[in-house]
């Protein structure tokens, strides 16, 4: 008898793990990626996907949840951060379409226009290495630094070669940059960060990317997952034009579609 409940113990927990079979386990931060998610929740139940939304707030533990099968996909990170993360880390994690872009921009409380910032000041750039490259792109492109000919998107402080302002730089993670506006004068931050924190890119930033940026965010599983059906509804319901609308309409430029298909 005891043999029996073990085993039947055992049995029910392959089924929990295997939430394909109609339940869908995504992870994602809260905003906007949980917002967006929870506008398809009842799209899917109606095709029989029953859509778990698990909220995280930093960008490791999802793609690890990911890796160990505690999450069927996740929606929180741009292409160049999952590969790079993949590498550092050998998981072995694929995107399987792209959804929006949320455009980096720098912040600041103390200065109202780039033209503003002061020789010297100090500037707070997210510490993962896609984003610190990502942030430092960002300025380049203002041309407020100058970065080393192959730094490429992994860019890091060390491949400044130019720096006329003698801006300082601090590195802090992502999810803490809205917070120290009070310590520095400026900061790079995420759109999924700064919206939280009440800035709109497209309003607030001194500077922010182009609507042609190539970080747009994913729908992330394990390789091999792309075309599970579950998935594919999840990424027909999210590429449709009620999604894009939603997302124009809710963040007024902070967030953008980039609908498109699969990424490669």
């Known amino acids: ?73 996740n929606y929180f990170q741009h292409l160049p951060y999952l590969q790079s993360f993949c590498e550092d880390r050998g998981l072995d994690l694929t995107s399987a379409a792209t959804i929006h872009v949320e455009p980096m921009g720098l912040f600041s409380k103390k200065f109202a226009a780039l ?22 792109l960002l300025l380049q492109s203002a041309g407020l ?3 080393a000919a192959d730094s490429g998107l992994t860019a890091t402080e060390l ?21 120290s506006l009070d310590d520095v004068d400026a900061a790079v931050i995420n759109g999924n960060y700064a919206i939280p924190a009440g800035f709109n890119p497209a309003r607030d930033a001194l500077l ?17 997952n792309e075309n599970n059906a579950d998935v594919q509804a999840l ?10 609308k939603y997302i124009l309409d809710a963040y007024a430029g902070g967030v953008l579609p980039a609908f498109g298909g699969p990424a490669k």
């Open 145 to 147: 630094i100058r970065l």
């Open 1 to 73: 008898m005891k043999k029996i409940c073990v085993l039947a113990f055992a049995v029910s927990l392959c089924f929990a793990g295997a939430s394909f079979a109609g339940s869908l386990r995504v992870g994602a931060t809260p905003t906007p990626h949980a917002e967006i998610l929870a506008q398809v929740r009842d799209e899917l139940k109606a095709q029989g996907v029953d859509l778990q939304i698990v909220e995280f707030t930093d960008y490791v533990t999802p793609n690890l949840a990911l890796s160990d099968g505690e999450l069927d996909a």
């Open 115 to 136: 033209e503003e910032l002061k020789d010297g000041a100090l500037i707070a750039i997210p510490n993962d290495p896609t984003n610190c490259g990502r942030a430092l």
């Open 159 to 179: 491949d400044v070669e130019e720096n006329k302002h003698d801006f300082k730089f601090r590195s802090l993670e992502a999810a803490q940059l809205p917070r």
């Open 208 to 224: 922010v990317e182009g609507a042609d940026s190539p970080y747009a965010n994913v729908i992330a599983v394990k390789a091999g």
């Open 235 to 244: 990424i027909k319901a999210l590429q449709s034009d009620k999604i894009s």
